[in-house]
């Protein structure tokens, strides 16, 4: 009887013995899939900041290109009206005579337009003096 206690109680020492390690191994192995799964989320995290990094990258592009293209056209118009004044004015700056003539018209161009009241109310002292001259014959 004692022997088989012995041998029940080394028995159980084995089992127990190979049941902690088997626990032990168990948790060696869940601490390695633990492991894994944090480094496999965190590559997945920057691979999101990766791409959303390049969506604004790719929008900020697409919005560069196209303020780019705006500009260009609003050059392009500009150009337009240049050399289209261009095209105006060149005739009228061949000779001297006609650039003298172009910078006189210019001249009284200006005067009148900056003492435009002044050419309006004698336009109507005049008409008023030619109304009450008609009116006396």
Known sequence: MSNLKQELASMEEKVAYQSDERA???????????????????????????????LDSANARALISKLINVLLAVIAVILVLVSTLAGMV???????????????????????????????????HFLEHYAVMVTLR
């Open 24 to 54: 032990r191994d168990i948790q060696e192995a869940l601490e390695s899939c633990q492991t894994r799964i944090s480094k496999m989320e965190l590559a997945q995290q920057q691979q999101q900041l990766v791409s959303m990094e390049g």
């Open 90 to 124: 060149t005739p009228m700056l061949k000779t001297r005579s006609r650039v003298a003539s172009s910078l006189l018209a210019l001249l009284v161009t200006v005067l009148l337009w900056r003492n435009w009241g002044y050419v309006v109310d004698a336009y109507h």
